[in-house]
């Protein structure tokens, strides 16, 4: 695809949902070309699995940093690397109201259960605790509101009898791997 969209990651650790992102725009008809990865995590161990994979990356730690400053500089980055749309993959850092303005209608993010249930972390713990007899991953656009934007895709995975945190993880895990790149070449069709 000729009119590909230029797609910047953002990552905080291992980037398997990232992975997949990079995987999937090896395929002739994927409508994007990833052409950064940026962590607020120097030593977040997608930024080498993006390099082995000849992506662009950069890291610079949000310690110490507003916000407000720290954004700015991760939209300079993206600026500077030609992104159009943003995916947030395992990106554990709330991003402030005006990096989520800039980027409105651009910006994805994957979380692992059924939103509106179990906004935030731990959700498999949360989910088990629960009761749930499912569980799974949304794929959402972002707002201000923590993992509250509108639904693109979700999908389902079965809670079994003696699931723990761990296995549930696993599990859905597995799912996102495969829902992330199907909602967002939804949600790149759908902006157009």
Same mark, same amino acid.
């Given at each position: 695809?000729?009119?590909?969209?230029?797609?910047?990651?953002?990552?905080?650790?291992?980037?398997?949902?990232?992975?997949?992102?990079?995987?999937?725009?090896?395929?002739?008809?994927?409508?994007?070309?990833?052409?950064?990865?940026?962590?607020?995590?120097?030593?977040?161990?997608?930024? @080498? &699995? !993006?390099? +082995? =994979? /000849?992506?662009?990356?950069?890291?610079? $730690?949000?310690?110490?940093?507003?916000?407000?400053?720290? #954004?700015?500089?991760?939209?300079?980055?993206?600026?500077?690397?030609?992104?159009?749309?943003?995916?947030?993959?395992?990106?554990?850092?709330?991003?402030?109201?005006?990096?989520?303005?800039?980027?409105?209608?651009?910006?994805?993010?994957?979380?692992?259960?059924?939103?509106?249930?179990?906004?935030?972390?731990?959700?498999? @713990? &949360? !989910?088990? +605790? =629960? /009761?749930?007899?499912?569980a799974g991953a $949304?794929?959402?656009?972002?707002?201000?509101?923590?993992? #509250?934007?509108?639904?693109?895709?979700?999908?389902?995975?079965?809670?079994?009898?003696?699931?723990?945190?761990?296995?549930?993880?696993a599990r859905v895990?597995?799912?996102?791997?495969?829902?992330?790149?199907?909602?967002?070449?939804?949600?790149m069709t759908d902006?157009?």
């Amino acid at each position: 695809m000729a009119d590909r969209k230029r797609l910047g990651i953002l990552i905080s650790g291992r980037g398997s949902n990232m992975a997949a992102l990079i995987d999937a725009a090896a395929a002739p008809d994927c409508p994007w070309q990833v052409v950064l990865v940026a962590s607020n995590n120097p030593d977040a161990a997608g930024l @080498a &699995r !993006a390099a +082995a =994979a /000849g992506v662009p990356t950069v890291a610079f $730690s949000h310690k110490g940093t507003a916000r407000e400053a720290f #954004d700015v500089r991760l939209t300079q980055a993206l600026r500077a690397h030609g992104a159009e749309w943003v995916a947030l993959a395992g990106y554990m850092r709330l991003l402030s109201p005006a990096f989520v303005a800039d980027w409105a209608g651009r910006l994805v993010n994957i979380h692992p259960s059924l939103l509106p249930r179990h906004k935030g972390l731990d959700t498999h @713990a &949360r !989910a088990l +605790a =629960a /009761g749930d007899r499912e569980a799974g991953a $949304s794929v959402h656009h972002v707002t201000e509101l923590l993992d #509250d934007g509108p639904v693109i895709a979700q999908a389902r995975v079965p809670i079994l009898p003696g699931d723990t945190p761990e296995t549930l993880a696993a599990r859905v895990l597995t799912v996102e791997n495969r829902l992330y790149p199907k909602a967002l070449a939804k949600a790149m069709t759908d902006a157009e």
